[in-house]
């Protein structure tokens, strides 16, 4: 036994996760015993920000992140924020999304360009969402130094601070983009419209965990993917939005709907191989080279993943 386990219980998976709508898949392959079929178990752990999330892995007080594969780039080439003892050797196992990242401005904003001179809230400069939101800035005529950046920590700070109008927009993921619009807040904008394609949340593991227990993570894999397949079909409408209610008790009933709609889009939703999306990792890694740290050893793609598990799996 090598990871959390014990004599004659299945082998935990412990997973630290940003909390939200956008954990939909794991709900489901929790509640409907798609992970026990695997013959494992997962536990979530909701985290604040990257930082403390990728601390955690790193360090091995948890065993599997759902976190944006920008993270796993930093991480490796020793661009990440947070101070760890081990020295980060991360791999992406599975694809999850394009990031469902939406740029939202306080009532009365009309437009990205019109952001010139005004405040913008951000986790961090250094991030890979960041980095989109630079992009869109930039394809909008905005430059770095035409904006007031905010730090105001994780989607669910950003999201909390834009509606007292700490500042006048902020990148979001789906659903809280449509909490905000629910509420007068306006639209400005699709990172994945932007760039044409992206790759967000992936799995991600150490690698040498990973080895020692493959297993378990190509059973995470297929139990999501399954997951992933009841949430898209049409007659569990109805139950998906009412797990997601019950995971999400703070989540309004229309919020719900309208995640259902967003999330499980069979063009933009999550993915429902679990593929990474290569073309949208390639991008996530020119955004950090040219915005991040530029000298970084970042190497490329095939450095920081791993698709045998997912091959495994029963994935394409």
Do not use: C
């Not at 990728?54 to 976190?67: F, P, S």
Request: aromatic share 10%; no cysteine; charged share 20%.
């Amino acid at each position: 036994m090598t990871f959390a386990q014990k004599a004659g219980e299945p082998p935990v998976i412990r997973a630290i996760v940003f909390p939200g709508g956008f954990n939909w898949p794991i709900f489901a392959a929790r509640r409907l015993g798609f992970f026990a079929a695997q013959g494992i178990e997962v536990t979530l752990e909701p985290t604040t920000d990257s930082k403390h999330q990728m601390a955690g892995l790193i360090d091995g007080e948890y065993d599997l992140a759902m976190t944006a594969i920008d993270n796993v780039y930093a991480y490796n080439a020793g661009q990440g924020e947070a101070p760890t003892r081990n020295v980060a050797d991360l791999i992406a196992v599975m694809g999850a999304d394009s990031g469902f990242l939406n740029l939202v401005g306080v009532p009365g904003t009309e437009s990205i360009a019109g952001l010139a001179g005004r405040r913008v809230g951000v986790d961090a400069l250094t991030t890979g969402y960041a980095f989109v939101l630079l992009r869109m800035l930039e394809q909008a005529g905005v430059g770095r130094e035409d904006v007031d950046f905010v730090g105001s920590g994780g989607v669910m700070a950003r999201f909390g601070a834009l509606m007292n109008r700490e500042f006048d927009a902020t990148l979001l993921v789906s659903p809280f983009d449509a909490a905000a619009t629910k509420q007068g807040f306006v639209h400005l904008g699709s990172g994945l419209e932007a760039l044409g394609s992206y790759q967000g949340v992936v799995a991600t593991v150490r690698r040498d965990w990973a080895a020692k227990n493959e297993a378990a993570v190509t059973g995470y894999i297929r139990a999501w993917r399954q997951a992933v397949a009841w949430l898209f079909d049409p007659a569990n409408r109805e139950a998906a939005i009412g797990l997601l209610l019950e995971e999400v008790p703070q989540m309004d009933p229309d919020v719900a709907a309208i995640s259902y709609e967003v999330l499980l889009d069979p063009t933009t939703g999550f993915y429902s191989d679990g593929a990474i999306n290569m073309d949208g990792a390639r991008v996530a890694l020119e955004l950090r080279r040219a915005y991040g740290a530029p000298d970084a050893r970042l190497g490329q793609v095939a450095d920081h993943l791993d698709t045998r598990y997912h091959a495994a799996s029963g994935g394409a």
